[in-house]
């Protein structure tokens, strides 16, 4: 069926043909979606009639193990199979290791068939390549540690796509439900030849060269020869062989049965594999959380489910589902949301789901019909505005809440255990069901320190378990005043699930981030090639903070040639600054355990010192090198910059604030020059009087007036004369030069405080001989309407003086 060739489709009578392929005497396949109810119906079915003597389902062979596990009575779904294999005795190092997921819920038509065959005691059998093997097939990592073992072709069919817009069904689940899910139950027969005809027009998109690069026929042959082998080990007699198997490769076994071939022979080489039954919940189960292979609103299949477990057929059932699910949304738009919802109006969206089935000519109401009809009565207004509570809710209701449990006896994953463990050596509590907070003093308690490595280590992991709400961060150098760390945290479904799939990268949290770690590095610098100097510096931060101080030498080194190599002054202060906050950080971060930082900080300051000395003019953003000479002078003065020459950095001022072709730049280096005594006052009030004289462009005396400012605000009230200079420039403009540098201006005294304004207000009304002006302050103005404002009044002001008016605004009248 796949040499057809890329236009040829396959035709009705190539669809019944290998519909009646599908069942025979010795096997009998039943293609199926993964999480599919109407999939599940046919398992049923096919189990009833043929009542097999062996049941193979698609999934690594090691799933066959939990079978048992998998059937508990006590067993409450979803639940998921998490499958890793990474090297044996070593640490995961970056590149290798594979796992994946492979979820189940009670409409999952795989645990439908090995409930039947478990039931009927009729050996079950997962029939499929292990995670490492697949990985082989495909050369290459294809499950790089959260994959899903149950993957999704059907969504990339560029046939599928045209057959849903032929059909005005908005996208491929529209498209599913409409032809599986909506309609009564038409027979076994009639499943399999639709599920044939939509299966093929899937794979025919796909070429034999695509197939293999993703592994798909290495697994396919796999397949066929668990089924050979089952259909050899059957007694005279007995059943057939029932395959349940996802149907993009269901429709090509036929032919494999008839030609098989070779099973495959994989290296994986020395690898631990592991298994593991965790916790699910219908929020990672949907399609619309990310989850590829999922069925979109996993809690609305489980209502039409339940429906018709109670003996409703599939139509009833979804009228009914569509009711129950209007009532919950409207208790949860009451009770949560403070939402009023009549019940008139509740009737009115049910009437209107049915009324849009039959409109759009669809056996029952879909998702979709339901969502409208939502949206149609439910929401007064835009729907995207005031509709945004509704949607959201209706999202809610429709993917569901629940949460699975794991039967006795399914045990806990290696990481798992660790990770509990740790957490209850740190006395913080696993078992609470609402958020709990946690305050760290990272200063002088060693114990919160550990809990803090700990968080941030299952953190970096990407483990759904503490939230840092407040505190240092010494990764992106913020809030380092702070003392304490504050936390929120609360064990869930989703944090076991999570720890289960990183659970390839170690059997303890300790080598689990240790691995995430070097996976890190290895990515800042592929190839060898050198990253940014901010990138590497947060790197080193990131190991202190994990408590990886002695595996931090790569990263040492890494940090060394990337600072060596930085081409930007701005930047290379950064991580000067950064790597001497991580050195302040002693006792928060044990930083005088990171080997060789002092060393990188002298390293980086002379960097710094290089890349400044090149400056010329516009090599970077005059506000950039006034900020980054800022920054400099504060690792001079910083506990961290206490062993640094600074001499060096003043004679770098020296040169910008003689030499530099930008007035920013001039000011800035005037007004450090200034604070530390460099510079006398008459030799600044000079300075300011050159800057600020008539022969100089407008724009550069205001941005002169910005970069002093920028570092020395107090100049602005001391002898400095820049008051003074200011106010008899401004005299000498006209009003559009005024207005052309305002926003300049504005930023220019931004940053003085209220007092600060309120003293040069004080001078420069003795300028003119009068008191301090006490206008009433506006704080509900922002700067484009100052801006827009003062233009209007400029446009007033050539008005009149065009009218012979300007002497009421003091302006002269245009001739």
């Not at 796909?206 to 007694?235: F, I, K, N, Q, Y």
């Not at 489980?302 to 409703?312: A, F, P, T």
């Not at 056996?363 to 009565?377: E, I, K, M």
């Not at 060393?599 to 890349?611: E, P, Q, S």
Request: net charge negative; glycine share 10%.
């Amino acid at each position: 069926m796949t040499g057809r060739g890329p236009d040829v489709l396959p035709t009705g009578e190539d669809v019944r043909a290998l519909a009646a392929r599908l069942v025979g005497d010795d096997v009998v396949v039943v293609p199926v979606r993964h999480h599919s109810p109407a999939c599940a119906r046919a398992v049923t079915a096919a189990f009833e009639r043929y009542a097999p003597s062996h049941v193979l389902i698609e999934g690594p062979r090691s799933l066959t193990g939990l079978v048992d596990l998998l059937c508990h009575r006590e067993a409450r779904y979803p639940l998921v199979v998490y499958a890793w294999s990474r090297p044996a005795g070593r640490a995961t190092a970056p590149g290798e290791g594979n796992g994946g997921y492979y979820p189940f819920c009670d409409y999952s038509p795989e645990l439908v068939a090995a409930r039947l065959g478990h039931a009927a005691g009729v050996p079950v059998t997962f029939c499929d390549l292990e995670v490492g093997e697949q990985a082989a097939a495909a050369a290459g990592e294809v499950l790089p540690g959260a994959g899903s073992l149950q993957r999704e072709e059907y969504a990339h069919s560029r046939s599928l796509t045209a057959l849903a817009q032929r059909l005005g069904c908005r996208d491929h689940e529209d498209l599913w439900e409409l032809l599986f899910e909506s309609g009564d139950d038409d027979g076994l027969d009639e499943h399999l030849a639709r599920m044939t005809a939509y299966c093929l027009l899937a794979r025919h998109d796909s070429t034999d060269a695509e197939l293999d690069r993703e592994g798909t026929r290495a697994r396919e042959a796999e397949m066929v020869w668990h089924v050979r082998e089952a259909v050899a080990a059957r007694e005279p007699g007995a059943g057939p062989v029932l395959v349940v198997v996802g149907g993009f490769h269901a429709v090509v076994l036929p032919d494999l049965l008839t030609a098989p071939p070779a099973r495959p022979a994989l290296d994986v080489g020395s690898v631990e594999e592991g298994l593991a039954l965790v916790r699910y919940g219908f929020d990672r189960l949907d399609r619309l959380a990310g989850y590829a292979s999922g069925m979109t609103s996993p809690g609305w299949h489980q209502r039409v489910w339940d429906e018709h477990l109670r003996g409703s057929p599939a139509g009833a059932a979804r009228a009914d589902a569509t009711l129950t699910t209007l009532l919950d949304l409207a208790d949860e738009l009451r009770t949560h949301h403070h939402v009023p919802v009549a019940t008139p109006t509740l009737a009115a969206a049910h009437r209107q789901a049915l009324l849009l089935a039959d409109l759009r000519g669809h056996p029952a109401p879909l998702r979709s019909d339901l969502v409208d009809a939502v949206t149609s009565c439910l929401v007064q207004g835009d729907a995207d505005v005031e509709g945004v509570v509704v949607a959201a809710a209706t999202r809610r209701v429709l993917t569901g809440d629940r949460v699975g449990r794991v039967p006795p006896g399914a045990g806990t994953p290696p990481l798992v255990r660790d990770t509990l463990a740790r957490l209850a050596e740190l006395k913080l509590d696993t078992d609470a069901t609402e958020p709990r907070t946690l305050a760290l003093d990272l200063y002088r308690n060693a114990a919160h320190r550990r809990t803090s490595r700990a968080l941030h280590g299952l953190a970096l992991l990407g483990v759904p378990f503490a939230q840092r709400t407040a505190g240092p961060d010494f990764v992106r150098g913020t809030g380092l005043t702070r003392l304490q760390e504050r936390w929120t945290y609360l064990w869930s479904p989703a944090t076991e699930g999570v720890l289960a799939e990183v659970s390839m990268l170690g059997s303890t949290l300790d080598e689990a981030v240790e691995a995430r770690f070097a996976a890190l590095v290895a990515e800042a610098a592929p190839d060898g090639a050198t990253p940014p100097s901010g990138r590497a510096v947060a790197l080193l931060a990131q190991g202190a903070v994990v408590g990886l101080h002695e595996r931090t030498a790569p990263v040492v080194g890494l940090v060394r040639d990337a600072v060596g190599a930085e081409p930007s002054f701005g930047d290379a202060v950064h991580a000067a600054g950064a790597l001497a906050l991580l050195a302040d950080g002693r006792e928060a971060v044990e930083s005088g355990r990171l080997a060789g930082l002092p060393g990188l900080v002298t390293h980086a300051y002379a960097r710094c010192l290089y890349l400044g000395a090149q400056l010329r003019g516009d090599e970077e953003p005059p506000d950039q090198v006034a900020t980054a000479l800022a920054r400099l002078r504060e690792l001079l003065a910083s506990p961290g910059g206490a062993g640094l020459e600074a001499e060096p950095f003043w004679g770098l001022v020296d040169r910008l604030r003689h030499a530099h072709e930008r007035a920013l730049v001039r000011g800035a280096a005037a007004g450090l020059a200034s604070t530390a005594g460099r510079l006398q006052g008459d030799d600044l009030a000079r300075d300011v009087a050159g800057h600020l004289a008539g022969t100089l462009d407008a724009h550069e005396s205001v941005g002169y007036v910005r970069g002093l400012f920028a570092t020395a605000r107090e100049t602005v009230w001391q002898g400095s004369g820049v008051v003074a200079a200011l106010d008899s420039r401004l005299v000498d403009w006209d009003q559009p030069t005024f207005l052309s540098t305002l926003p300049d201006l504005r930023l220019a005294f931004a940053g003085l405080t209220p007092r600060e304004t309120d003293r040069v207000a004080q001078a420069v009304a003795e300028l003119h001989g009068g008191e301090r002006p006490d206008p009433a302050v506006r704080r509900d103005v922002d700067a484009a309407t100052v801006q827009a404002l003062a233009g209007l009044a400029q446009q007033v002001g050539d008005a009149l003086a065009r009218d012979g008016l300007g002497a009421w605004v003091g302006r002269e009248t245009t001739p």
